[in-house]
C-alpha cells in the first residue's frame, strides 16, 4: 500500500440484550427481550439535530452518583412509549450503565492490557524522530445494537475528515489509519473493556478517541498506569472536577461543552442581560441528576434567587403538578433540564397553563406568570423539541453552545468535507469527533514521534483547527474549550423575525446553510449579542466575519440590517 494512502478499519461484535438489566440493576420482567428487540428497531431510525451530537453525551455526568434500587421494576411499556432517539439513548446509556458498573466487576479482565501495553509503550521514534510508516487512532463507540446510529455518526465524520487530511496532504510520508472497536451500549463496561484492550495492545495504535459516555470513569486508573493519550468525546470529566489537572490522569483530554459552563453562562444571561432577579429550574432526575446542584451553585455564585425547583423522570409524560407549583413561585426564567421529548412536553404544558413566554417585560410582570425558557443543550439545543412542541415552542428559547460548533456558521468546515465525500448534511456534532482525530495526529506530527509521553506533552501545548474553529489545550487546561469560547442559541423560525418592537432581522444562515439541512428549519441560531465581548477575545477574526457579513441574530441594531464591526448592539431586544 502506497505511503499517504488512508484507509478505514472496522471491528464489529455483537450485543446482548439482557446485560443491560444486570448492569442496571433493574428487574425488568417477563417483556423485557421484547422490549430490548424493539429499543433495536426504533434505534435505527435517524434524528436530525440543530446543535450537535456533542451535547448528547454530557448526560455520562449525572448517573454515577445514583444508586438504582434494584427493587425498583421499570414496565416495558413506559420504556418504549416514544421512539428512542440518539440524544435519548445516550442519555439512558450513561446513567443505567453507570448505575450498575460495580455489579460487572469489569476491569478485572484489564491485567493483560495493561502487561501488553507495558511492553509495547507506544510506537516510539524509528529514526532519528521521524514518525512511523504507519498509525492508527482507535476509537471505542457502539456500533450495533440501540446505539448503532452513533457508530454511524461517529464513521461518517472520521471517514470525512480522512478525505480531508489525504486531500490536503496533511501527514505526508505517514499512511493514517481509524479502528473503530464496537462497544455495544447493552454490554456498558464490559463492551468498553474489550476495546480499550483491543486498542491498548495494537502497536500501531498512537491514541483513543472514547465516543461513547460508557466506562471512562472506571477505566481512569488504567489509563495514567499505560498513559494512553485518551479523549474524551462524549464524557464529561470536567464539570465533576476529575479532569487533570482536578484528577490524576494526565494523558486524558476533553472535546465537550461541561454542563457547568453552560449553566454558568445561561444563569449570567438571566441575571446581567435580561434583568431577571429569580429563576427556577425543571430537570430530569434520572440521568441529569446533577442539574440543580450545578444549577443552585451557579445562581448562587451570580446572586439570582432560586424559585422553585422541581423534577421529574425520563418516562414522564405528565408535569401538570410542578408546573402549577412553579407557577405559584413565578420564577422569571425557568431552567428545563431535559431531552427533547420531555423538554417538548413541558413547553406544552407551560402553554395550556397560558404560560407560554412572550418577551422579556412580561415575563418580569407580576400580572401573569410567563417565564423566559433556558434549557438543556441536549433538549432546546436540538431542532427535534420545537418540532415536537409546534406553536407551543416559543422563539426567545434559549441554551448555550459554543462557536465551533454552529452547524450554520460561515466557517464549519466538515459541511464541505462531508459533501465532497458525498455524505448527508451535517445534523450537529460531527465536527467533535473529527477534531478529537487531528488533535492525535496533530500532536504526533509535533511531536515527531507517537512515543505516548512525548504526545501528552505535544496535547498539552496543542493550538490546532480542523473542523470547526481554533481549539487546544494547555499543562493547566486538558478542556478543548474555554469560558470565551461559549455562546447562546436561540429559537428561530424560516418564516421570519418575531414581530416586537424595536425589531430584528435573520442572519445570513437562513438563506445559505440552513436550507441545505432541511428548507423550512425551525430551530437554535446564534445569538450574538450576550457574549459578543467574550467571543471577539476568543477568536476576533471569526467574530469579524458574523458581524460584517450578518451571520446569527444580531439584535438590537439601528437599523435593524445594520452591518459592520461599529455597530452597535443594544439589549432593547424585548424577546432575546
Not at 17 to 36: C, N, V
Not at 352 to 374: C, F, I, M, N
Not at 407 to 423: N, S
Amino acid at each position: 500500500m502506497p505511503e499517504g494512502h488512508l484507509r478505514r478499519v472496522r471491528h464489529v461484535g455483537k450485543a446482548g440484550p439482557r446485560h443491560l438489566t444486570r448492569a442496571a440493576g433493574l428487574r425488568l420482567g417477563r417483556t423485557s427481550d421484547s422490549l430490548f428487540q424493539r429499543l433495536r428497531v426504533a434505534s435505527s431510525g435517524r434524528t436530525a439535530g440543530g446543535v450537535g451530537l456533542c451535547a448528547l453525551a454530557w448526560v455520562a455526568t449525572c448517573g454515577y452518583r445514583r444508586r438504582v434500587d434494584p427493587r425498583v421494576r421499570v414496565r416495558a411499556e413506559d420504556a418504549i412509549r416514544s421512539p428512542i432517539d440518539r440524544r435519548t439513548f445516550l442519555t439512558w446509556a450513561g446513567s443505567s450503565s453507570l448505575a450498575g458498573l460495580a455489579m460487572l466487576g469489569a476491569w478485572g479482565p484489564l491485567g493483560g492490557a495493561a502487561r501488553a501495553s507495558r511492553l509495547v509503550g507506544g510506537m516510539a521514534d524509528r529514526v532519528g524522530g521521524q514518525l512511523p510508516k504507519r498509525l492508527k487512532v482507535g476509537v471505542i463507540v457502539p456500533t450495533s445494537g440501540i446505539g448503532q446510529f452513533l457508530g454511524e455518526i461517529v464513521d461518517r465524520s472520521l471517514k470525512a475528515s480522512l478525505g480531508h487530511v489525504r486531500d490536503a496532504g496533511l501527514m505526508k510520508g505517514t499512511q493514517v489509519d481509524y479502528e473503530i472497536v464496537n462497544a455495544p451500549a447493552e454490554q456498558f463496561a464490559d463492551a468498553t473493556t474489550a476495546a480499550y484492550n483491543k486498542l491498548v495492545a495494537d502497536p500501531e495504535v498512537i491514541g483513543i478517541l472514547w465516543c461513547t459516555p460508557n466506562g471512562i470513569r472506571e477505566a481512569r486508573p488504567q489509563i495514567q498506569r499505560d498513559n494512553m493519550p485518551v479523549i474524551g468525546v462524549f464524557a464529561d470529566l470536567w464539570s465533576e472536577g476529575s479532569l487533570y489537572p482536578g484528577g490524576p490522569e494526565r494523558s486524558i483530554f476533553q472535546m465537550l461543552l461541561p454542563d457547568a459552563m453552560a449553566f454558568d453562562a445561561l444563569v449570567r444571561y438571566a441575571l446581567k442581560d435580561r434583568g431577571y432577579r429569580k429563576a427556577g429550574i425543571i430537570y430530569d432526575s434520572t440521568t441529569l441528576s446533577n442539574a440543580r446542584g450545578l444549577f443552585e451553585s451557579a445562581a448562587k455564585k451570580q446572586g439570582l434567587r432560586v424559585a422553585g425547583v422541581e423534577e421529574f423522570q425520563i418516562f414522564s409524560g405528565d408535569y401538570g403538578a410542578q408546573l402549577q407549583r412553579l407557577k405559584k413561585a413565578a420564577p422569571q426564567a425557568l431552567f428545563v433540564w431535559g431531552l427533547s421529548d420531555n423538554t417538548a412536553g413541558i413547553i406544552k404544558g407551560l402553554d395550556a397553563l397560558d404560560a407560554g413566554y412572550v418577551d422579556t417585560p412580561t415575563a418580569k410582570s407580576h400580572a401573569e406568570w410567563r417565564p423566559q425558557v433556558l434549557g438543556y443543550p441536549g433538549g432546546t439545543g436540538e431542532k427535534k423539541w420545537a418540532e415536537l412542541a409546534g406553536d407551543a415552542a416559543k422563539v426567545g428559547t434559549l441554551t448555550a453552545w459554543y462557536l465551533g460548533g454552529l452547524v450554520g456558521g460561515p466557517q464549519f468546515a466538515i459541511r464541505d468535507w462531508l459533501a465532497r465525500a458525498g455524505e448527508q448534511a451535517p445534523s450537529g456534532g460531527e465536527e467533535t469527533p473529527a477534531n478529537g482525530f487531528w488533535a492525535l495526529l496533530a500532536a504526533a506530527k509535533k511531536a515527531g514521534s507517537t512515543d505516548r509521553t512525548k504526545m501528552v506533552r505535544a496535547l498539552e501545548g496543542l493550538s490546532t483547527r480542523f473542523a470547526g474553529l481554533e481549539y487546544g489545550f494547555t499543562p493547566k487546561r486538558h478542556l478543548s474549550l474555554t469560558p470565551d469560547d461559549l455562546c447562546l442559541i436561540s429559537l428561530e423560525r424560516y418564516t421570519g423575525p418575531v414581530r416586537t418592537d424595536p425589531p430584528y432581522e435573520l442572519g445570513r444562515e437562513w438563506s445559505t446553510t440552513f436550507p441545505q439541512i432541511r428548507p423550512d428549519y425551525v430551530g437554535p441560531v446564534h445569538l450574538v449579542r450576550p457574549t459578543l465581548a467574550a467571543n471577539r477575545r476568543a477568536n476576533p477574526g471569526y467574530m469579524r466575519q458574523v458581524l460584517e457579513e450578518g451571520w446569527g441574530t444580531q439584535c438590537t441594531k439601528t437599523p435593524p440590517d445594520a452591518l459592520g464591526v461599529d455597530v452597535a448592539m443594544s439589549k432593547a431586544c424585548k424577546v432575546h
